[in-house]
């Protein structure tokens, strides 16, 4: 589905470790050289690099054992070198502006101005609120299902057959956006890998949900022969990136594929079975695949802060609630119509 392929663009486009070399920025002699000498110092010009004073374990490097850096900036994994480094690119940055050049990349990303902790302030909120849209849709949905919607009479259960998929969808979709704030915020090893497995396990969840429900799996027994090869590929793959290879390229097909095919399966579905909330459903598809090119084009950020990727999060701000109100109409018109079965 629409939000699916939002999540998988997402994990294509994190901090790709496998090019640390391969950008402009990071290749400029003067930029190396800058680090190097900001290790060794702790100094660049007249800033002085207060995590050069501690080693990578957080032990001062000419003090007592005791004496160490305080546990909140080692979790926050601000240390020596990620400080020389942002503070060299952003001398490097300066330099070439002044030398009329554009921004380049550094280990694989684009120069972005740090606030307080966040690396990606402006996508990191954004992440965020998307988090926030995904659970108010679910509370809304879960509301609607459980206090506003007949229920079935005999075990006061709903009509709607695929309420319990559509709670699982969003949890599985708020850990995502919640993993998502965290790794824009810092993006260290940790929070990559549980960023990109949050992602693809949202995303094969909704490749299972959109075909139980596009051919009305009703049955238990079908619904895990469904499921069952789908949800053991996205298992294996999940386990590959995390401890085989972090191979962004497979990854990347691996998440179009399956993201494509939900959103045409999607639109075909709704025009052969002209549901009444078919307009909704189009509209949220064409967003999400206009929502693409934002990631297709790339773009430095500007004034260090917006980019291209922090605008694909905000398009995903009102796409979600275009999704979750589908979602309840969908729950809406088919609970009137079992309804008038039974009666």
């Known amino acids: 589905m629409g939000v699916g392929l939002w999540v998988s663009l ?56 005791y004496m160490q850096e305080p546990l909140y900036l080692q979790w926050k994994q601000l240390n020596c070198r990620s400080d020389c480094r942002y503070y060299c690119m952003m001398q490097s940055e300066y330099q070439r502006e002044k030398l009329g050049l554009g921004p380049a990349k550094y280990h694989g990303k684009w120069p972005f101005k740090r606030v307080f902790v966040f690396q990606e302030p402006l996508s990191a909120v954004l992440s965020a609120f998307n988090l926030l849209m995904h659970f108010i849709g679910w509370l809304t949905f879960f509301i609607l299902v459980s206090y506003k919607l007949p229920l079935r009479p005999q075990r006061r259960r709903t009509y709607y057959e695929y309420t319990g998929l559509w709670h699982i969808y969003g949890l599985l979709s708020m850990n995502a956006w919640y993993w998502s704030a965290i790794f824009h915020t810092r993006d260290f090893d940790l929070m990559e890998k549980l960023d990109y ?59 179009l594929v399956m993201g494509v095919s939900q959103i045409l399966m999607w639109v075909i579905w709704g025009g052969v079975t002209r549901h009444p909330s078919r307009f909704k459903l189009w509209t949220a598809m064409l967003g999400c695949a206009l929502a693409m090119l934002l990631e297709i084009y790339d773009f430095p950020p500007f004034h260090g802060y917006v980019d291209a990727h922090a605008l694909w999060h905000a398009s995903t701000i009102p796409l979600t609630y275009l999704w979750w109100s589908f979602i309840k109409d969908d729950a809406k018109f088919r609970t009137s119509t079992l309804v008038k079965k039974v009666k």
């Not at 002699?29 to 100094?43: A, D, F, I, S």
């Not at 992602?199 to 429900?213: C, E, M, N, T």
């Not at 789908?230 to 191979?247: C, K, P, Q, R």
Request: charged fraction near 15%; aromatic fraction near 14%.
């Open 10 to 65: 997402l994990v294509a486009f994190g901090c790709l470790f496998g090019v640390l070399d391969a950008t402009a920025g990071d290749a400029d002699p003067l930029y190396r050289n800058c680090v190097v000498q900001c290790e060794k110092t702790g100094n660049i010009g007249d800033h002085s690099i207060q995590h050069c004073e501690f080693s990578f374990t957080g032990v001062p490097r000419n003090g007592s054992w």
């Open 197 to 255: 497995s949050s992602a693809v396990a949202v995303l094969g969840y909704s490749l299972i949900l959109s075909l139980l429900r596009i051919f009305n799996v009703k049955d238990e027994a079908s619904r895990v022969m469904f499921a069952a090869p789908i949800l053991a590929f996205v298992t294996t793959h999940i386990l590959y990136l995390n401890f085989y290879e972090m191979d962004y390229g497979w990854n990347m097909k691996v998440c």
